[in-house]
């Protein structure tokens, strides 16, 4: 406990939370234990309440639309995901069975930061979702405008692109959507996405740097 501490940078008072935010739902069924989905719930809302307050404090002048295309760069399952990855902090996620995605990822960080909430109030979990996520912050007016599909329809406008669903995986909670990517027929890429969008998106940027 001593070490995921240290890596989160706050000490629990109430141990439990912080054990149960580790716990994914394969592991709770087996073992009879509560698992981090109440505390992700609540995270996801602390989340997303922090990046908007932190977004309007740093581009004071941007209208709400494009806050709103900032906050979605910043709090879907992809970048909270690299961050939990980069730091490490999936390395103490208890699973039963299945295979650790990004969504399984960017839950983890919501269910800690809903533990910090309840442990500690709102500004240690502030302190924290700000510690990790200050350079999405200061990135998001960049990262909000790679819109890769409507760069791949400009580039190949005289091409047959076509973008088609190959399904879904994943918790019913946070299904997994695949795209395949045709290019005159041609595929040229496949990828995942917490929605349609997204994998079309990352579709369409592997195309253009391929």
């Keep these: 406990m001593e070490n995921i501490e240290n890596l989160i940078g706050y000490t629990f008072v109430d141990k439990e939370l ?14 009879g234990v509560e698992s981090y989905q109440r505390l992700e719930f609540l995270g996801d809302s602390i989340v997303d309440f922090i990046i908007a307050d932190e977004l309007c404090k740093v581009y004071p002048n941007l ?20 961050v939990v990855k980069e730091k490490g902090y999936d390395e103490y996620l208890k699973m039963g069975f299945g295979e650790l995605s990004d969504n399984i990822r960017s839950d983890l960080f919501e269910a800690i930061c809903g533990a910090i909430y309840l442990d500690g109030g709102i500004e240690k979990a502030r302190e924290f979702i700000v510690k990790n996520l200050r350079g999405l912050i200061f990135t998001a007016k ?3 405008k790679k819109d890769f599909k409507s ?3 400009e580039k190949y406008a005289k091409h047959n692109i076509e973008f088609k669903d190959n399904g879904k995986k994943g918790e019913e909670h946070h299904p997994i959507f695949t ?30 740097e391929s």
């Design 63 to 82: 209208d709400e639309g494009k806050l709103t295309k900032m906050r979605g760069a910043i709090v879907s399952a992809t970048p909270l995901a690299s």
């Design 179 to 208: 795209v395949e990517l045709y290019i005159d027929g041609n595929l040229v890429a496949t990828a995942d996405g917490e929605n349609k969008k997204s994998a079309q998106q990352k579709c369409a940027q592997i195309a253009l």
């Design 18 to 31: 912080l054990q149960r935010a580790l716990t994914h739902p394969s592991y709770s069924h087996i073992h």
């Design 151 to 153: 760069a791949l329809l």
């Design 142 to 144: 960049d990262n909000c």
